[in-house]
């Protein structure tokens, strides 16, 4: 033995001593994560110790003329790396990225609610807008409603905003004053008329209760047009006296006053 040493020197053979790791074989796939990352650790542990023993031996041999490492070196480097990488068997595989389908449940049930919403407003609103259009392909026309209450069964509202001054002489109420002015009650324009500016609303609130009002500075609505006792209908700029006249069936009602909010009302 020590001859084939003595020759191996002459010959200048570097000799390197083996050593030997046991690789260790896999575990049955039983067993439970803990084990398996701790025998993980303590394989990456062996292989940076074998790793900082190669990088010592190839700095012992020294370098050569132009700094690069001598064959001697890396043979030692090669002999005692141990180049056979691993898979742990307890590598996650990336998760499966799904899209939340609950949002999309909830947007097609918001959907449903809005259609159905819109076809029970139909079916028990006569005026609706599809009633008036599938009306219009059938050529039906619905039946025209008459209010045939008497003014003595209405209660109405105030011509003139509160703080604007209203009195009521023989059956005309009177104001002056810059104001919006709006029907006793809501119904329909039968006429608007106009003379030097002043403007003349007669409106239809029953078959047989009707309003005039004259003195407007300007008109908001034409004849056909619905107008409601919450929406102006003129304004006056308090230039001239605006008067408000009730009638039934064609005849002056004069039995009405009004109170502090200026609301009109029926003398009994």
Avoid at 147 to 175: H, K, M, N, Q, W
Avoid at 190 to 204: F, K, L, N, P, R
Wanted: proline share 2%; charged share 25%.
């Amino acid at each position: 033995m020590s001859e084939s040493i003595d020759y191996a020197e002459m010959l200048e053979i570097p000799v390197n001593t083996l050593n030997v790791v046991k690789k260790k074989g896999r575990k049955k796939k039983d067993d439970d994560l803990k084990s398996r990352a701790v025998r993980e650790v303590n394989e990456r542990m062996e292989e940076e110790a074998r790793r900082a023993d190669a990088d010592a031996l190839a700095n012992g041999a020294g370098a050569g003329e132009n700094g690069a490492a001598s064959p001697e070196a890396e043979e030692r480097v090669a002999g005692s790396e141990d180049v056979t990488d691993y898979v742990s068997d307890a590598e996650e595989k990336p998760k499966k990225k799904f899209f939340d389908s609950r949002v999309l449940i909830a947007e097609f049930a918001a959907v449903c609610a809005l259609v159905a919403l819109i076809l029970l407003t139909n079916i028990f609103m006569s005026n609706s807008a599809i009633n008036t259009f599938f009306a219009g392909l059938t050529g039906t026309e619905e039946a025209v409603y008459e209010d045939d209450r008497s003014y003595a069964e209405l209660t109405l509202g105030a011509v003139a905003p509160d703080g604007i001054e209203c009195s009521v002489a023989d059956g005309v109420l009177t104001f002056t004053g810059e104001c919006s002015v709006y029907a006793p009650y809501g119904g329909t324009v039968q006429s608007v008329a106009e003379t030097d500016g002043v403007y003349t609303i007669e409106i239809e609130h029953t078959t047989s209760f009707t309003s005039v009002i004259t003195g407007l500075s300007a008109a908001y609505w034409a004849a056909g047009d619905t107008v409601y006792a919450t929406i102006p209908v003129g304004y006056s700029d308090g230039s001239a006296a605006v008067s408000v006249r009730l009638y039934d069936a064609g005849s002056l009602i004069s039995s009405y006053s009004v109170n502090e909010e200026n609301d009109i009302v029926w003398n009994v």
